[in-house]
């Protein structure tokens, strides 16, 4: 089944912890991204790739870190979550490179909670 | 830049009513327009999208949306609503040479029996 899958899907974490949100698309796509979601934010680009080892910035880069160092695989790293990075995370991916002109396919969403 | 605002953060309807939702575009380039909606606690799924062709767009489920450039619009509708259409939906903005999907802040769609 062709799909982008998110682990972990619920997290609870302290202040400062290291994390990584993993995600994986086995419909070999260029483009991968990641957003959050906060309530009357809508969602909001964090990084995006357009492909292996090619990373970019979106709105709210901030306090996070992504790699491609495969095509199917995009973490996402929390080098030190704050209360401010609570929130619901979904990655998303696309078939070529001018990704948003695609159709973007979500992952099930993570929900981070950082104390 | 582009932007998108919808009009109106909740939406209420009875079963078999019209479904109306507002999205409004900016953008200085040609557009690509889209609607996602997302169930209770799943990710999102694309309803349907606007890229240059048809400017009326159909969608899944009974959905459809009108590209409308004079008034940069691109309204959600549903000739009748059923219950298993209460979601979240968010109407998202890009084009062609671009890097990212611009999503509104989304409009929640309760259905009433």
């Known amino acids: 089944e062709a799909q982008v899958t998110q682990n972990p899907r619920y997290l609870i974490t302290v202040t400062g912890k290291k994390l990584t949100v993993t995600c994986s698309q086995n419909?070999?796509?260029?483009?991968m991204s990641w957003y959050r979601q906060d309530p009357g934010l809508g969602l909001r680009q964090i990084y995006y790739?357009?492909?292996?080892?090619?990373?970019d910035k979106g709105d709210v880069p901030e306090g996070y870190k992504v790699s491609r160092k495969e095509k199917r695989n995009f973490p996402l790293i929390l080098e030190s979550p704050s209360p401010n990075q609570t929130s619901l995370y979904f990655c998303?991916?696309?078939?070529?490179?001018?990704?948003?002109?695609?159709?973007?396919?979500f992952g099930p969403g993570t929900r981070l909670t950082v104390l | 830049a582009q932007s998108v605002t919808q009009l109106g953060s909740h939406v209420s309807v009875s079963e078999g009513a019209l479904v109306l939702l507002r999205c409004n575009y900016s953008?200085?380039?040609?557009?690509?327009l889209f609607w996602y909606v997302q169930y209770p606690n799943q990710g999102l799924q694309l309803l349907l999208k606007?890229?240059?062709?048809?400017?009326l767009v159909k969608g899944i489920n009974g959905f459809e949306a009108e590209f409308k450039k004079s008034e940069t619009s691109f309204h959600l509708t549903k000739p009748s609503a059923h219950m298993s259409d209460a979601a979240e939906y968010f109407c998202?903005?890009?084009?062609?040479?671009?890097?990212?999907?611009?999503f509104g802040k989304g409009t929640t769609l309760s259905v009433s029996s």
């Open positions: 998202a903005v890009s084009h062609q040479a671009g890097t990212a999907l611009i």
């Open positions: 606007y890229t240059s062709a048809a400017t």
């Open positions: 953008s200085s380039v040609p557009p690509y």
């Open positions: 419909m070999n796509h260029e483009y």
């Open positions: 998303a991916s696309s078939p070529s490179d001018r990704g948003p002109y695609n159709e973007q396919f």
């Open positions: 790739s357009m492909n292996v080892e090619v990373t």
